[in-house]
């Protein structure tokens, strides 16, 4: 028995079933506490750790959009749950080159997580919380973070939860589900605040859906592999699919304009990808498989380019972010 299970035994035992918000918050912040779970020997690997071409686009996208709001000299780059650093690593290349001199903010809760960032990117500075971040032009990145905030399931009108029925964790009801999730609302209002009031963009990019719909998407992933929610909790990843709907509606509410959501391989297309993969193959013949192979793996529609989808946050005395309408 894992301890966050013998923990969360003993509070059923005490205090009655725990909310399945509850579960996955504490599930996920022992898990990221106490492990790097990304890439080939972890658990799952994200678009970053795939290829150095995916945060070069959104350091490009970025970039554009700063020069043209006029290169703000006091813009910040911000990045939510950065895992390795190496998105960062890769945007902020990009964005030297086109002249941002702006300091670094991380919002990462996992030590083992901010050393790795350390490493990537030297001199930044880490927050616990998004609300930390310090009002600047912001020209933010998220990328798979939203997918590990918690959320609420509602069943027959009431909030779901787990209990412990023989020897097992159970869901207490079973039904139709309804997934809500104030907690990564309250990071696009966060957001939206923040670019409405200093000026910025942030770009969201996640597994998800573009309109609210009924259903469960919790999931566990360990090793590669899908596994049941209430088994290991604590050792494995508890995700949900983000709906990007209900963070635009929070953003647009807190007076932030809000793009479309868009398939990840149709935004990094728009963006130039195909290109920069070109190049970095002729640069380097003997790398071009494996150029073509990751391409393949960030844009297509049967890997990460349909069911991953990016929109973006922006203030509306910003230009309309690269890559969308
Ligand atoms: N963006 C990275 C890592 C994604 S994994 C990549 O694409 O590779 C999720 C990241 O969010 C991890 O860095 C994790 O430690 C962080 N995280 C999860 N929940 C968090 C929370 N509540 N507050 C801050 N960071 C969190």
């Known amino acids: 028995m894992t301890p966050l299970e013998r923990a969360f035994r003993e509070r059923i035992a005490a205090d009655g079933p725990v909310t399945v918000e509850a579960y996955m918050e504490a599930c996920n912040a022992f898990y990221y506490a106490t492990r790097d779970p990304l890439g080939r020997g972890g658990d799952f690997t994200t678009a970053p750790e795939i290829s150095q071409m995916f945060g070069e686009m959104i350091g490009a996208a970025l970039a554009d ?3 043209r709001a006029g290169s703000p000299g006091d813009a910040i780059y911000a990045e939510l749950g950065p895992g390795r650093g ?12 086109a002249g941002f001199a702006g300091p ?31 009002a600047a032009p912001l020209l933010m ?9 918690p959320i609420q399931q509602i069943v027959d009108g009431e909030e779901r939860c787990i209990t412990v029925v023989g020897n097992a964790l159970a ?23 923040c670019v409405a009031h200093c000026g910025g963009v942030a770009i969201l990019i996640d597994y998800g859906h573009a309109r609210t719909a009924p259903g469960d998407t919790l999931q566990a992933v360990r090793g590669h592999e899908y596994a049941s929610v209430l088994v ?23 007076e ?25 193959s002729r640069a380097n013949p003997d790398r071009a498989k494996d150029v073509q192979l990751a391409l393949e793996r960030l844009t297509s529609r049967d890997q990460m380019g349909e069911l991953f989808k990016v929109m973006a946050i922006y203030s509306d005395a910003w230009p309309v972010p690269a890559g969308f309408a």
Not at 268 to 280: F, M, N, P, V
Request: glycine content about 4%.
């Open 65 to 67: 959009s700063w020069k």
């Open 86 to 97: 190496t998105l960062a690593a890769d945007a902020l290349r990009v964005l030297r080159a």
């Open 104 to 134: 670094v903010h991380f919002v990462e809760t996992s030590p083992v997580l901010q050393q790795a960032q350390a490493k990537a990117v030297p001199g930044a500075t880490w927050h616990d919380n998004l609300v930390d971040v310090p």
């Open 141 to 149: 990145v998220a990328n798979e973070f939203f997918d590990a905030l």
């Open 171 to 193: 869901f207490v009801r079973d039904g139709q589900v309804e997934e809500m999730s104030p907690v990564r609302e309250a990071a696009a209002a966060a957001i939206g605040t």
């Open 232 to 254: 290991n909790p604590g050792e494995q990843d508890l995700t949900s699919h983000v709906d990007f709907e209900a963070l635009a509606e929070t953003a647009a509410e807190a």
């Open 256 to 280: 932030a304009l809000v793009t479309e959501v868009l398939p990840q391989g149709e935004w990094l297309i728009r963006l130039g990808i195909e290109a920069r993969a070109q190049s970095l």
